[in-house]
Each structure stands twice: as C-alpha cells, then as structure tokens.
C-alpha cells in the first residue's frame, strides 16, 4: 500500500478533538475539493507492508489511531490494516464519503464527509453510506457560505441515519468560524461546531 505520512499530532476534528493520536495518512484521493488542504497527498508517498506500518505504529506508544488521507478506502490493503490495528488500539477513520463504507470493521469510528455544493464534489457523494453508519460514528459537512450552510441543513432534516454528531465546520480560511456559529445558534441546529484546532495550534 502506499502511505503518505506516519505522524503523532493532536486530533483537531470530530467529537475526538484534542486527544493525541498517532496518524496514517494514506497516498491517493479521487476528489479534487475546492478547499482541499493535503494536496500533498495525491501523490507524494511511499510503499509499505501492513507489517511494516504496524511496527512503527507500536512504536508510538499511543492508543488512539486515526487512518485519513486522500482517501484510505482506495487502497484495499487498508481493511487488513484496520483488523489488525483493532487488536491494540482504538481506532477512527476519516473518510470523503465517495466510496462505501460497508466492509470496514464495525468496532471502527468513522467520520464520514458530505461533500458540500461549494467542496465542487457533492455529486460525488455515495449516499448508500448513510445506512451503514453506526450510532458511534459522525457526519461531517464542510461550508463555504451561507448556501453550503442551508444546503447541509435541508441535508439533515430531509436524511435518516444512526450517528449521533453532525459536524458542521467552516472551511479554513474561506468561511469565519464566528458567522457558521452565528447561523448555528440562530437556527438552534443540534449540530457541533467543528474547528480545526491543530491548525489553530500549529501542530501538523
């Protein structure tokens, strides 16, 4: 498989945030987002083994992995990678949502991205995943404006799924996080304001 990066950082996102984790950012995404801030990861990278990325990971010496990209379900190696790293560790996977979501492990976290109008990908969205999510998993909309903000809204009152968090996050640089959590409370939405804290604190 092709592994773009294996680095400890602090969880910036989810319900998860400022828990550090160990991350393994995998090579290869089949969207272009308008906001993307990994281009990096398209291509830069380097081939592993499973085993290979399971020892430097027990090196680590820390309990909580997050598996992201680009886009991990690309690689097929990922599934083995993910049963594997449950045995030890816990474990959350961050997906664009394009692709299904159906074989990963059940005891796995996912945060799971609804690609907005304004991502320029939302046609791209696999919306059979919404029946697979557990209630332990999270959905993730990132806005760009006041009608990505309306856009995700109808999304959820017009959608059925079991997670729990709905993440609403304003795209870093493009959308103010106070304006999206003016627009949160003045439609008391029962979502949570999703910042990207590691940017915030510089920490990769």
Known sequence: MKICEIFPSIQGESSMVGIPMLFIRFTGCNLRCSYCDTKYAYEKGYEASVEEVLEGVRKSNLKYIAITGGEPLLQKEVYWLMECLLKDFNLLLETNGSLSIERVPQRVKIVLDIKTPG????????????????AKDEVKFVITDRDDYEWAKNFIKTHTFKAKEILFSPAFYVLSPKKLA?????????????????????VK
């Open 119 to 134: 991502s320029g990908m939302s046609h791209k969205n696999f919306l059979e995943n919404l029946r697979f999510l557990k």
């Open 182 to 202: 003016e627009w949160i409370i003045q439609d008391k939405l029962p979502v949570r304001l999703n910042l990207q804290i590691h940017k915030y604190i510089s």
